[in-house]
């Protein structure tokens, strides 16, 4: 167990919903990072958050959008769903805001767009 | 052009033998980190180890190490005395600190044989 948790671990929903993915990182760590796996596209980085300020920016949507509270926990916002948006959505954390030592992975979500 | 570069889709290995899984990088910034990460069947991620691109020594994580030849834009993972349960998808990954985005290869399967 990593001690980052997400939510929910399934998600089924059909193009053109909204769904939000949660993410809580390992006490103590500061940075949230967001990647998308999926069989096109490999793996991707979407964004990172340092102690609730955005510090980088990869391959994410318009529709897409996250945000890092107060509490450390992140959420990942998914809207006007696409069929290619079908995908595993991992949280990471690390301590400090440039991840040179330990990254920890949640268990990641499996999103399927109908 | 493709940042990060993975040329052995597959890998198959006899247990206790040591491994080396390729990983070639291009960038321009000097100041860059190049990590690992495992991901076994059971589908989570798995943060192995990290190289900075000042780093004098090369990483060492336990059985892994990383093989970082500056000059080649070279970063391959070495694992020694494998075992079965290293069977699995092995990411390269970089990270250049202009922009801080991560760029993942395509991966390696690497699968050892008892």
């Known amino acids: 167990d990593s001690g980052v948790t997400q939510t929910p671990k399934h998600l089924i929903t059909a193009t053109g919903q909204r769904v939000t993915l949660r993410c809580s990182p390992r006490?103590?760590?500061?940075?949230v990072y967001w990647y998308q796996q999926s069989l096109d596209q490999g793996l991707q980085f979407l964004i990172q958050y340092y102690n609730g300020e955005e510090r980088a920016k990869g391959n994410i949507l318009e529709r897409f959008s996250a945000q890092q509270f107060p509490d450390l926990h992140s959420e990942l916002n998914l809207s006007s769903l696409e069929l290619g948006d079908s995908a595993l959505y991992f949280c990471a954390s690390s301590v400090g805001v440039v991840p040179t030592y330990e990254q920890y992975f949640g268990p990641g979500t499996r999103l399927t767009v109908t | 052009a493709q940042k990060i570069t993975q040329t052995q889709p597959g890998m198959f290995v006899q247990e206790k033998e040591a491994v080396t899984l390729d990983c070639t990088y291009d960038?321009?910034?000097?100041?860059?980190?190049l990590f690992w990460y495992k991901q076994p069947s059971s589908g989570e991620m798995i943060f192995l180890i990290y190289?900075?691109?000042?780093?004098?020594q090369n990483a060492t994580e336990g059985r892994y190490s990383l093989n970082f030849q500056k000059a080649r834009k070279s970063a391959n993972l070495v694992i020694s005395a494998s075992q079965l349960g290293d069977s699995a998808m092995y990411f390269c990954?970089?990270?250049?600190?202009?922009?801080?985005?991560?760029?993942f290869g395509k991966g390696t399967r690497l699968h050892i044989l008892p």
């Open positions: 960038t321009s910034d000097p100041s860059y980190g």
């Open positions: 990954a970089m990270r250049e600190n202009r922009d801080d985005k991560i760029i």
């Open positions: 190289q900075g691109s000042y780093d004098q």
């Open positions: 006490s103590g760590d500061l940075s």
